[in-house]
């Protein structure tokens, strides 16, 4: 075969490869596919590499390079390893934030939400894990400030801490959900102000000297099982109750203070905040305590 019938027009190469010729000019425009010469009617003349070069470039679009990075491998100026790498470095990224995508849709229909409450869901959904550890560490430093961190009752703020590194790839509804109300908890003022009297409390409480006046171990049995069987805290059942768990000879004033301690220490939403922590870190669920502990302290003022 002669150098001649070796060479091919578009159009032939555009046979050969299944590609369009308007493609294949683009690419010869563009020095991706460049002539090797001309005929004497001036059209464009291809090798038979020319072929190869097609399907290789061809491959390397339809992985949805583009034609620069195209441009560098033909050129050997890099490697296709390292591009590969890259790549599917980025496809990994591209994937996660289509699976992100995915579950908010599917917790916005769940929830049947607006488009403003979706709009916020999908914001927040995809933050980095950098983005979402630093909103959690603002809201603790915020509640915090000022207060001892050896203190006891400061010591729940490197807990509250605990945000997983990421999101998983394909998290659940469940963990999208629980992001979204976690981030509305810790931009809520009042919780972060609960938050704080909580710890500055635990911090007054853990100087006072003498036992503590009952054992939680013994409030979340006794209280626990009369929440369950539906005792009520001022039935003479429910006093018989509470006379297991603290001093039956305690009187009525104390009996108030101790309700008021307590109180400060039980909050629904607070407990909420460690559940969602858990729904995040994928940690067994445990149940709400919040409900023992008020049955308790109503029981006090009883």
């Known amino acids: 075969m002669n150098d001649r019938t070796e060479l091919f027009t578009i159009g032939q190469l555009a046979r050969r490869t299944g590609l369009s010729v308007r493609t294949i000019r683009f690419w010869s425009d563009i020095d991706v596919i460049p002539p090797t010469g001309r005929s004497a009617g001036g059209y464009r003349l291809y090798d038979p590499g020319a072929v190869a070069r097609l399907d290789l470039v061809r491959t390397l679009r339809e992985l949805g390079l583009d034609l620069e990075t195209v441009q560098r491998i033909l050129a050997r100026q890099s490697t296709l390893a390292d591009v590969a790498r890259a790549h599917a470095d980025a496809l990994d990224t591209e994937i996660r934030t289509l699976q992100l995508r995915r579950a908010v849709l599917r917790s916005v229909a769940r929830r049947n939400s607006t488009t403003e409450e979706m709009r916020v869901m999908n914001k927040l959904a995809r933050l980095s894990a950098a983005e979402r550890q630093r909103m959690i560490d603002d809201f ?163």
């Open 140 to 302: 603790v430093e915020r509640t915090f400030a000022g207060i001892d961190p050896y203190e006891p009752g400061a010591r729940i703020a490197e807990a509250m801490r605990q945000m997983p590194a990421k999101l998983p790839d394909d998290p659940s509804p469940a963990q999208v959900d629980a992001w979204l109300e976690l981030a509305e908890l810790v931009y809520d003022p009042d919780f972060g102000q609960r938050v704080r009297e909580m710890a500055a409390a635990g911090a007054r409480s853990a100087g006072q000297a003498g036992p503590p006046p009952y054992d939680p171990q013994v409030v979340l049995a006794q209280a626990g099982a009369a929440v369950a069987d539906g005792i009520t805290p001022d039935s003479a059942e429910g006093r018989a109750i509470l006379d297991r768990i603290v001093d039956p000879e305690m009187s009525a004033d104390e009996r108030v203070r101790l309700a008021d301690q307590v109180e400060t220490f039980t909050d629904a939403r607070v407990e909420r905040y460690w559940q969602l922590l858990g729904v995040l870190n994928d940690r067994p669920p445990f149940p709400p305590q919040v409900p023992t502990f008020e049955w308790f302290l109503a029981a006090l003022r009883a």
